[in-house]
């Protein structure tokens, strides 16, 4: 797994990849301890060697990501993000969001639509944001996915989403006792089954 720092003009990027071929970015939520490249250290392997070059961005203020002023502005997130890809030197790849990661993501979609080759939403932030501004504007292939277990963000957000994205996909997963407590919440955590529909998406 390789590691690398980014001077942005919103602060320094962490960026943890694995892999080769074409580019899957992921994107942090801002609640612990899901704030940080780990909340997709069950996925990266698994999206790597399937073929991807996965990255997980760590964002100004988050993990190793430091930044004197604190955690970075939502307003410019999006812009931090873009400006980390532009040095990777990467003209268009996937975005798989987590919660904040994931309004991140669609509003990129929305910014950069030729930038963003597909989009994968997981229990993300914005759905009536989404939904009640810009319905139907977003235009990339998109995939939702939720647990139904999610005491946060309620499964009923992914339908949100379905409806505000023309064709977007939906899965929800059931969450089980014995299962990670952090899976009813962000299903990432579920490990195969979350593995195995996001990498199906990104190869269709």
Known sequence: METRFFDTAYGRTHVVAEGAGSPVLFLHGR????HTWQAWDANLSEVAAAGFRAMAIELPGYGEATRAEGPISSESAVDCVMETCDQMRLASFSVVG?????????????????????????AAEGAAQLYDSLPGKLKTPALVLWTDADFYLPAAQAGVFARAIPGAQVQVFKWAEGMSELAARAPQKLG???????????KE
Do not use: C, D, H, T
């Open 31 to 34: 609640m612990s301890p899901l």
């Open 98 to 122: 987590y919660n904040w990661g994931g309004m991140l993501a669609w509003r990129a979609a929305i910014i950069y639509p030729k930038r963003v080759s597909k989009l994968v939403l997981v």
């Open 192 to 202: 195969q089954p979350f593995n195995e529909k996001l990498i199906r998406f990104l």
